[in-house]
């Protein structure tokens, strides 16, 4: 695909940008000296590459770190705050437990119908008045702080999950000996040790398992004075299990919330960067555009003052807007009688130029075809811009007069004559030129020529 006197790929913003709307010759009155001066001082240095790619990349990575640090910490703080919730309710269990115990002892011992579930305490063989009768004949036994512990740990375990153990290194009935846990958390006790707690296996199951030390209280001796305890004596203690399955499923339900919060952050965040970055870029190719104009500007009003024939100062001005720009083909035509030849180009084929040299109409007979008002008729969209015949409301044509296409093809496959305002001859398109950009050349308020 080609390109035809200014852009291969343009728009009216970059058009507006760039100041090519519409040229005005300098009056050479003016002071051009003065005008390169004040164009040098805005700045005419290009800024150094900046990898912005590179530096997007960069910012990306960052907040992809920062954002799964701040998840894993709080997943990680999501899994304490479960063992911290267990390790509670552990302490809860077994506060709950002392309390109870504690206020059997008070009463020393609470009476209970005997039955299967519930028997005479053989450990309580030696108390005088175990069991007894009432007056209406119901069979009452003596249950002490062990035996109703006991028994509200089979009923906790039964209808909770949570269990209980009443231990000791030397426990007076059997089934209270102590496990391998139990044992060596029981052994720290007689180190100073007030409080284990660690998550274990039972029966293949995941358990929060806390222990405290019993120490021997006036009501204890009931009991256990015959093994030798005396006040203030760790005889044992109880460890209390708590099931870690129901806490670790709520702390799944909060893992997967908080998971795809995060995620949404991330994402909001990535969006963010996004849009930042397309901003800056935008702006920054302005600024580089900007300065690469003034820079344009700059050799142009040099070349403008320097001494030599004009027609060597249009060649070369032709010239350096061609590769400055990259634009395949430049060309600039002035008015000359009637009409405006190419008076300079570039890029362009001769026979292009030769054919396309001239604007006027002419009849069958060679003779210039006028206007209503006497004036030669300009065909073509050149003819458009330089006699003003442009409408703003069509896409092609801008609020200064100027014209811009990046398809020929399209805009005759989609337009008729009347919208393109008179005849086109077309050659543009037939040459392969399919980005086309025609920028009227002022002095004054007059049209002089174009680009």
Not at 67 to 96: D, I, M, P
Not at 271 to 290: P, V
Not at 323 to 334: C, D, H, K, M, W
Not at 402 to 425: G, K, P, V
Request: hydrophobic share 35%.
């Amino acid at each position: 695909m080609k390109g035809n006197y200014l852009s291969n790929h343009i728009t009216p913003e970059e058009e507006m940008a760039s100041g090519i709307d519409a040229i005005h010759y300098p009056d050479p009155k003016e002071n051009v000296e003065a005008m390169k001066k004040t164009i040098s001082e805005s700045g005419n240095s290009e800024p150094r590459p900046i990898g912005l790619r590179g530096y997007l990349v960069g910012l990306l990575v960052v907040w992809t770190v920062f954002v799964g640090t701040v998840l894993l910490w709080s997943l990680l703080h999501q899994g304490y705050e479960t063992l911290k919730t267990a390790r509670h309710q552990a302490r809860a269990a077994f506060e709950k437990d002392l309390v109870y115990r504690r206020w059997v002892a008070s009463h020393g011992g609470v009476y209970v119908p005997a039955s299967e579930q519930t028997p005479p305490n053989p450990y309580l063989s030696h108390v005088e008045e175990r069991d007894i009768t009432t007056p209406s004949g119901r069979h009452l036994t003596l249950m002490n702080p062990a035996y109703m512990t006991r028994q509200v740990h089979e009923l906790g375990a039964e209808q909770y999950g949570l269990r209980g153990h009443i231990t000791s290194l030397n426990p007076i009935r059997p089934e209270n000996a102590a496990d391998l846990w139990e044992k060596e958390t029981l052994e720290s006790f007689g180190q100073g040790v007030t409080e284990v707690s660690s998550v274990e296996q039972t029966d293949g199951q995941s358990y929060m398992r806390l222990m405290r030390p019993l120490v021997t209280e006036e009501g204890c001796l009931k009991c256990h004075a015959g093994q030798g305890y005396k006040l203030g004596d760790i005889r044992g203690g109880i460890s209390v299990s708590v099931p870690m399955e129901p806490l670790r499923a709520i702390g799944r339900n909060h893992t997967v919330a908080l998971t795809l919060g995060y995620v949404l952050l991330w994402l909001l965040g990535l969006s963010g960067i996004g849009i930042g970055a397309y901003h800056f870029a935008r702006r920054f190719r302005e600024h580089k555009q900007m300065v690469k104009q003034q820079k344009l500007t700059n050799q142009v009003l040099e070349m403008l003052n320097q001494p030599g024939e004009k027609d060597h100062t249009i060649r070369d001005i032709l010239l350096l807007i061609k590769e400055y720009a990259g634009f395949e083909a430049v060309g600039i035509r002035l008015r000359e009688g009637r009409d405006f030849p190419y008076y300079e180009t570039k890029g362009f084929p001769e026979d292009f130029v030769e054919e396309e040299r001239y604007l006027c109409a002419l009849d069958q007979a060679g003779e210039l075809i006028r206007d209503s008002q006497g004036n030669p008729c300009l065909e073509c969209m050149c003819g458009n811009i330089i006699s003003g015949r442009t409408d703003p409301s069509l896409p092609f044509f801008t609020e200064g007069g100027s014209f811009w296409i990046n398809s020929t093809t399209e805009l005759l496959a989609s337009t008729s004559e009347q919208d393109r305002q008179a005849r086109t001859r077309n050659r543009c398109n037939s040459a392969g030129y399919e980005s086309v950009a025609l920028i009227p050349l002022r002095s004054g308020s007059e049209i002089i020529g174009l680009r």
